[in-house]
């Protein structure tokens, strides 16, 4: 079945840097373009990136513009999410998926920015 498995985020003081992966099975992965999501408590969940299946066009939020950039490795089934220069308000739980279907969903990622 579709899977996805967030990891890498933790706790970072303002201005630090994170690299999230997503590890994605059960479905041909380089057929799909894929997007970071993010949910912080209270708030809707909300894009934050997205990379075509071939990586060819990248998408951002005008939030991370500039500060987070997306990739994916094809060979391995992963997307990544480079995060710097991070500020208080990114922190939140970070989900991949794919934004054609969007579902099913990971246990997601949390990444939490604070001093």
């Known amino acids: 079945q579709v899977q996805f498995v967030e990891s890498g985020g933790g706790l970072v003081q303002p201005g630090g840097s994170l690299r999230l992966s997503c590890a994605a099975s059960?479905?041909?992965?380089?057929?799909?373009?894929m997007s970071w999501y993010r949910q912080a408590p209270g708030k809707e969940r909300e894009l934050v990136a997205t990379i075509s299946s071939a990586g060819g066009s990248i998408n951002y939020a005008d939030s991370v513009k500039g500060r987070f950039t997306i990739s994916r490795d094809n060979t391995k089934n992963t997307v990544y999410l480079q995060m710097n220069s991070l500020k208080p308000e990114d922190s939140a739980v970070y989900y991949c998926n794919r934004p054609a279907v969007g579902r099913p969903w990971g246990q997601g990622t949390q990444v939490t920015v604070s001093s």
């Open positions: 059960g479905f041909t992965f380089r057929n799909y373009a």
